[in-house]
């Protein structure tokens, strides 16, 4: 299955709070999960990545935790800010191309 | 930081007319795709391309898409005969290898609108 899985559709954190956004897959031919943060009128822009012969990586207030026995990984964002406010799509890759996630629309309130 | 540009950023077309996106990947990069984004949908992978041929291409990609690189610096979508369903967002991207890890650059998309 060549499905990506994402949710909530949408959250709202506080200014200050975490934002957790969580991804599943079935397909074990994905070998690399980037997430992707995409602003209005924009394009999608490379957050941050992890393989999945890696449990956590961490780049500043965004952490990426991959469970590859039950095939989940998710997006943490420390600290939210209100210039956080973004669609967040998570990835994988397979064969050459990147399969996206439906988005999460994530709104930090101030 | 050198980035993905494209052009135009949104295109009006009347149905069953020829359009044409064009994109400058980011000039050491290799391997190109597009990608479309139906509104308020999930963004798909169309096609990638490499050493001047098509590399994969999806379900969507059918004989009305095609994709060139007509000199050193622009890749190409063309839809040959435009159909209301293909009004969505049409991302260029482009990476410098293929092998995962290896992250996908992407445009700021044009916005094509089919009447």
């Known amino acids: 299955q060549q499905q990506v899985k994402q949710s909530p559709q949408s959250l709202i954190v506080q200014k200050g709070g975490i934002s957790i956004i969580n991804c599943a897959y079935e397909n074990t031919a994905f070998d690399y999960f980037p997430w992707y943060q995409q602003f209005p009128g924009k394009g999608p822009a490379l957050l941050i990545a992890i393989r999945p012969d890696v449990s956590e990586k961490k780049e500043g207030r965004f952490t990426i935790s991959f469970n590859k026995s039950a095939k989940q990984f998710s997006l943490h964002i420390m600290d939210s800010q209100p210039g956080d406010s973004a669609t967040y799509f998570c990835a994988a890759w397979v064969g050459g191309k990147l399969i996206f996630g439906q988005g999460t629309e994530l709104s930090v309130k101030p | 930081e050198p980035e993905v540009t494209q052009t135009p950023s949104h295109q009006v077309t009347q149905m069953g007319q020829e359009v044409i996106l064009r994109c400058v990947p980011i000039?050491?990069?290799?391997?190109f795709y597009w990608y479309r984004q139906i509104l308020g949908q999930k963004v798909e992978f169309l096609v990638s391309?490499?050493?001047?041929?098509?590399?994969?291409k999806s379900e969507i990609f059918d004989d009305q898409f095609s994709v060139e690189r007509p000199d050193g610096s622009n890749f190409t979508l063309k839809i040959r005969s435009t159909k209301l369903e293909d009004s969505a967002m049409y991302f260029c991207a482009s990476s410098e290898q293929t092998v995962n890890n290896q992250p996908q650059h992407f445009g700021d998309g044009t916005r094509l609108s089919i009447l």
């Open positions: 391309f490499y050493n001047n041929e098509i590399s994969e």
């Open positions: 000039s050491n990069h290799l391997y």
